[in-house]
């Protein structure tokens, strides 16, 4: 039903000549055949790649960033990649992948893997160690900052410690800026999001499903999330108008009935 319904999407989308959204940034866990809910199965990742490339420009994350700053112009419709918790299985599967079709990326890793919560990621994956980290830097995976331990900042946790020393700790084991965080799950209250600008971040995103535009704010930058639930048709869709409002409506009912 699912398929069907996105294939449908896609096809109006056709129909009206509707161009895409100029840019969206889709946000992965893991590529492995691990088979947990984060996880992508590499033949499908390699199937949405060619979809990509062939209907978008794949841009870095700093070059997104700089097109909602206004630093930098995007002629066409364009996409970013990026990964988040840090599974080492990235060195296996999707730094060869992307290497291959020279596509540029971007992940968001844990400072304090040895203390994850792992009730909050959900799963027993093994994580990147430092030495793995600065093996993505050299094929050039732009690193962000993923909190310390992965914690559910909803409950009042020390932020100074899962942001501000999470900063400090990548930066002096990687040797570079880290000027990106991405907040765990897309969880954060106006607390949180104060940290991560006094922590000195250029930029933050979230799990928001929507497009980005230059009126996008900085610190709430969303994102798409992918999983092994997604066939390459509901894939496909993602990238359609059709699906972002769907989107919205859903976000704005779920928000209402919260209230």
Not at 131 to 148: E, P, R, V, Y
């Amino acid at each position: 039903m699912k398929d069907t319904l996105s294939k449908y999407i896609t096809k109006m989308e056709s129909l009206f000549k509707a161009s895409p959204p100029i840019l969206m940034i889709l946000n992965y866990h893991s590529i492995s055949n691990d088979g947990t809910i984060v996880d992508v199965l590499p033949e499908e990742f390699e199937k949405q790649i060619h979809f990509l490339k062939s209907n978008f420009d794949v841009i870095s994350l700093e070059e997104a960033v700089g097109f909602v700053r206004g630093d930098f112009e995007i002629k066409r419709p364009s996409v970013v990649l990026t990964f988040d918790d840090g599974y080492d299985d990235l060195l296996d599967y999707a730094a060869p992948i992307l290497a291959n079709h020279n596509i540029p990326s971007a992940v968001f890793v844990l400072s304090d893997p040895d203390r994850v919560n792992r009730n909050e990621l959900e799963n027993d994956k093994k994580l990147l160690e430092k030495d793995q980290i600065k093996k993505l830097q050299k094929l050039g995976w732009t690193i962000g900052c993923h909190s310390a331990t992965h914690p559910d900042f909803l409950r009042g946790v020390g932020t100074e410690k899962e942001i501000r020393d999470a900063k400090k700790t990548l930066e002096k084991e990687l040797g570079c800026e880290i000027k990106y965080f991405a907040y765990p799950k897309g969880v954060y209250n106006d607390k949180v999001l104060k940290a991560v600008k006094l922590a000195g971040f250029s930029g933050a995103f979230t799990t928001h499903w929507a497009s980005l535009s230059k009126q996008t704010d900085l610190f709430r930058i969303p994102r798409i999330g992918v999983d092994r639930t997604h066939t390459i048709a509901q894939f496909s869709a993602f990238f359609t108008n059709w699906a972002r409002i769907y989107s919205n409506v859903k976000c704005y009912f779920k928000e209402s009935i919260a209230k």
